[in-house]
């Protein structure tokens, strides 16, 4: 009964692309559930990548949703391909109310439309098998920290006025570091200015002890210390 069944579902997955020009009900609404359960395997992942202060529980919604509108605007449009890749195109264009700032989030979002894609015009292993595979490379990325300019370390941000000497902070974290490495300087319209190290800390150092003793040096008004797992890039 079982086997029958597999057996049945196996030869409904494979039915010939042109029996499928009139959609059935059963069909629109699996394509649907499949194609929403898919967003919320892409959304899980973009969860546990995401990094950074960036996070809208808005865009997650807005990506689940438009999966499942690629996927209805396929199936609508199967017998004009040049169309319904007109329809997605608009999709791509569409102004979001809150800016896009991470290519990662417009990458997410075409990886959601894509598998859309796939399920609305019924190739069902493509989808799966690309959902799989592209979500492990992305954890697997995500996990090694693949592109970081900080890696297993911390990001340290120093604001400072123009009276602030770089030099009196070396001297500080030469008791709290094993190494670190100069990323860059900003100057701010105000004339002031932040320095970006990544640092490499003992195994014994004291943070609030560290970030006590860079807030006491002359001229420094803000200091910041994240982990790099975690640090917003800069």
Known sequence: MIAKAIKNM???????????????????????????????????????????????????????????????????????????????????????????????????????????MAVGTNNYVIAVISTVLLSLMVLILSKYDFGSAVKGGFLLVLAADKNFNFESSKAVLEKYITSQQFLQVKAQPNGDQEYYLSLQLKHDANLSELVGRLKALEGVKTVELMSGKHAVEY
């Open 10 to 116: 196996i030869d409904f997955l494979n039915l010939p692309k042109n029996s499928l020009t009139e959609l059935s009900a059963a069909i629109i609404v699996i394509n649907i559930i499949a194609t929403f359960i898919i967003a919320l395997a892409i959304s899980w992942v973009y969860q546990k990548t995401h990094r950074g202060v960036s996070y809208s529980r808005s865009f997650l919604m807005a990506m689940v949703m438009m999966a499942v509108l690629a996927a209805v605007a396929m199936m609508i449009l199967s017998n004009n391909l040049v169309r319904a890749l007109g329809v997605l195109g608009i999709f791509a264009l569409i102004r979001f109310r809150t800016i896009i700032k991470d290519t990662k989030d417009v990458a997410f979002l075409f990886f959601a439309l894509a598998m859309g």
